[in-house]
């Protein structure tokens, strides 16, 4: 346990490395109005500080800067909840008020706005189709020998996929496949599509629709299993200006790290537990990440947490005012994609 001057210490050391990124020193943070020490009392208190692993003393400085085990204290103790500024809710709110039809141009969105106002990388980890289900499926003819096949699914993600209509099929045909497949389809799961359609509804279509056999092949080539679940970015050169970020060596991982996607797809999955996370340095058990923190927010789509946006900066983060631009983004965005579902 920590006493409440330790706690007001280091609590003084977090604010200002943070703001300046450069080691504190006990006379610096003695001149500080909210804290009554002498200069001799706060170098001995930082001493045992740092011996008990809260804080570090870089090389050839005098002063001290927070330890990962530092800023894990910080967070889960000394925060107190960020009030946003009006600024901060007109950055906001750009995300309701902007005209956006697609699922990809909402996700897109998401993450520019969150790199602007955070100054750091932002990811939006998009819902993986394999566990979305059937909302409706439109087939609309081109011309006599094409026609596209328009999937939504219960997340508002829209597929289209353009193919060739089989040798005397017609526009019954298709119609009354259209009618068979929302009638039995709705609320499968986009994966189980082809499979359902083969076992379940093969009589109905000998039964109903003239030329089955051709329809049939074209929603074999259509039903695909679903695809994995998609990477946004935005702000991958912002760790460019963080001074923890100037050694090319580490910077170059980094990038890397954030071109390999199934790695990040992985690693975001596992973050997907209701609410907000705070992972820093080496608890997201990434290397190129050790010096970073990362935190996200769950999105649901009526209820249900489908993705995962989030901020991968320094540990050096001002947490308080991140936290609550995450959080707040999360659930704007779960109220605009359940505004599309329903």
């Not at 379940?200 to 695809?227: A, C, K, P, W």
Request: glycine share 6%.
């Amino acid at each position: 346990m920590l006493t409440e001057r330790q706690l007001m210490i280091l609590h003084a050391i977090v604010d200002d490395y943070v703001r300046s990124a450069e080691p504190v020193g006990s006379r610096s943070i003695s001149k500080r109005n909210d804290i009554p020490y002498s200069p001799a009392t706060i170098r001995n208190e930082m001493a045992d500080l740092e011996e008990l692993g809260f804080l570090e003393k870089p090389h050839s400085s005098a002063g001290r800067v927070p330890s990962q085990h530092g800023y894990r204290y910080y967070v889960d103790h000394l925060l107190s909840p960020h009030r946003l500024t009006v600024a901060e809710r007109a950055g906001l709110s750009r995300l309701t008020s902007a005209s956006l039809e697609a699922m990809e141009e909402v996700f897109q969105e998401s993450a520019r706005i969150l790199s602007e106002m955070t100054s750091y990388v932002s990811v939006v980890l998009g819902p993986e189709s394999l566990n979305e289900k059937l909302k409706n499926i439109q087939i609309i003819p081109m011309d006599s020998r094409k026609a596209v096949v328009i999937v939504v699914s219960d997340t508002g993600h829209v597929e289209n996929h353009l193919v060739q209509i089989g040798e005397g099929v017609t526009s019954t045909d298709l119609e009354r496949t259209v009618n068979l497949l929302n009638e039995r389809l709705i609320g499968t799961p986009l994966s189980q599509l082809q499979k359902k359609i083969n076992i379940e509804l093969g009589q109905l279509f000998r039964d109903h629709i003239d030329n089955y056999q051709q329809v049939l092949g074209m929603l074999e080539r259509t039903m695909v299993s679903g695809v994995s679940e998609k990477l946004f970015f935005s702000g991958k050169t912002n760790l460019m200006e963080q001074p923890e970020f100037q050694d090319v060596g580490k910077m170059r991982l980094v990038y890397k790290t954030l071109e390999e996607e199934n790695l990040l797809q992985q690693w975001f999955r596992t973050q997907q537990a209701d609410g907000l996370q705070v992972s820093i340095g080496q608890e997201n058990q990434l290397e190129a990440f050790e010096a970073c923190s990362i935190i996200t927010a769950s999105y649901a789509i009526n209820g249900r947490h489908v993705g995962t946006l989030g901020v991968i900066g320094p540990t050096r983060m001002e947490y308080r005012r991140m936290i609550k631009v995450v959080d707040s983004l999360s659930k704007d965005l779960s109220k605009l994609l359940t505004g599309f579902n329903e």
